[in-house]
């Protein structure tokens, strides 16, 4: 007897090119794309170690976790490293990669991360995009925790290294990832002897083996579980439509907000300022003298599906974060998650409204 997912016949390098033809209309790109066969860490760290060299001088942003990652990686290239940090509550803002430009007019690369899931931020890539282009310097974005969630437009916005995975908005599988490359980032990366080639890390080799030989041969045997998901992800988003599905993150982020303001209990929005809020994923500070993990254990021995976490490292204590993206970006998963945590808030003896959190979900869900 056969069996589903283990007696597959082998996945062709024309399916192969065909679900990467439509990852591309789902950027709206007209660069090439290429699948990467891992989680996205893998285009990351390969777009930083083809992109910057000893010489080169990089500004990282960093609005979050990831930021901190790429600037180690750059570092670790032999890349002198501008780090432009924001506080996590807020974003970076156009004019203030404009002056760190224009402080280090040496600066030929710039790393930035679009939306942080972790944190709850997102940055004005538009407006980012444009300063960078001016000053002439590549352009990475890690856009993971923003693609599918809200607008992005690599090609409008200069961006020269797109990367996204499909494990967030997406609604797929997290062992696959892709990343768009600009003619400038394929001569940058050819030019640079420390590229990596002949490796996994390697971009290049894509490029010079699958690209250029006209999509005809696969580099290896592909993650093909994985291909195959992520070709239903994506025709699950061409059937629910790209703008419904970032609509539904918007509403949820808004529901969320409003909820969690309505809740009261001491339950802030961690990002101070709407515009500055990401629609993938909404974190809340806890009220003071509440450690958060406690409290989203409490919510979750509730309800264990719920997509709530509390803050990685350091921000354990402070912030819970509402997951509403992929499937659960829906106004049950939202009113569920404000639900347990007002029960859990109750527990220590808060006093919470649960009906007008109810009622601010509702509200804006309409
Ligand atoms: C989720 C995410 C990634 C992927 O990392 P994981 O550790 O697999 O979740 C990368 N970058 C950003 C900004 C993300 O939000």
């Not at 430009?101 to 407006?127: K, M, Q, R, W, Y």
């Not at 444009?130 to 969630?149: C, K, P, Q, T, Y």
């Not at 109750?346 to 979900?361: F, K, N, Y």
């Amino acid at each position: 007897m056969t069996h589903p997912l283990l007696d597959l016949p082998p996945l062709t390098a024309a399916h192969f090119a065909g679900v990467e033809r439509r990852v591309a209309a789902l950027l709206d790109t007209e660069q090439d794309v290429v699948i990467t066969q891992g989680e996205a860490l893998l285009p990351l760290e390969g777009c930083i170690r083809g992109g910057a060299r000893p010489g080169s001088t990089a500004l990282n942003v960093v609005t979050g976790p990831y930021g901190q990652t790429f600037g180690n990686w750059l570092r670790d290239c032999g890349a002198k490293v501008v780090d432009l940090e924001v506080p996590f509550h807020t974003a970076v803002t156009a004019e203030q990669v404009e002056r760190a430009l224009a402080a280090h007019p040496e600066i030929d690369f710039v790393s930035l991360v679009h939306a942080e899931a972790a944190t709850g931020n997102t940055n004005p890539v538009a407006e980012i995009g444009e300063v960078v282009r001016r000053h002439g310097a590549l352009f990475m974005l890690d856009a993971v925790a923003s693609v599918a969630a809200e607008p992005l437009l690599p090609d409008a916005w200069g961006v020269d290294l797109c990367v996204i995975g499909a494990q967030k908005a997406m609604g797929g599988p997290a062992g696959v990832s892709a990343v768009s490359v600009s003619e400038r980032a394929w001569e940058r990366f050819a030019a640079n002897p420390a590229a990596p080639r002949r490796s996994y890390l390697s971009l290049l080799d894509w490029k010079e083996r699958w690209i250029d030989g006209g999509r005809k041969a696969l580099l290896h045997a592909p993650a093909q579980l994985e291909m195959l998901a992520l070709e239903a992800c994506v025709e699950r988003i061409e059937a629910e439509g790209l703008a419904a599905l970032m609509a539904r993150h918007a509403s949820a982020a808004a529901a969320t907000r409003a909820g969690a303001t309505a809740l009261g209990g001491g339950l802030e929005p961690y990002v101070h300022d709407a515009r500055d809020a990401a629609p993938v994923a909404t974190t809340l500070r806890a009220p003071a003298g509440v450690d958060a993990s406690e409290l989203v254990a409490k919510a979750l021995a509730a309800d264990p599906s719920l997509p709530l976490i509390a803050g990685g490292g350091a921000l354990a204590k402070e912030m819970i974060r509402v997951n509403h993206y992929g499937v659960d970006a829906t106004r049950g998963a939202v009113r569920s998650s404000l639900a347990a945590l007002g029960g859990a808030l109750a527990e220590t003896g808060a006093s919470v409204d649960l009906e007008a959190a109810g009622r601010a979900v509702s509200g804006v869900w309409a």
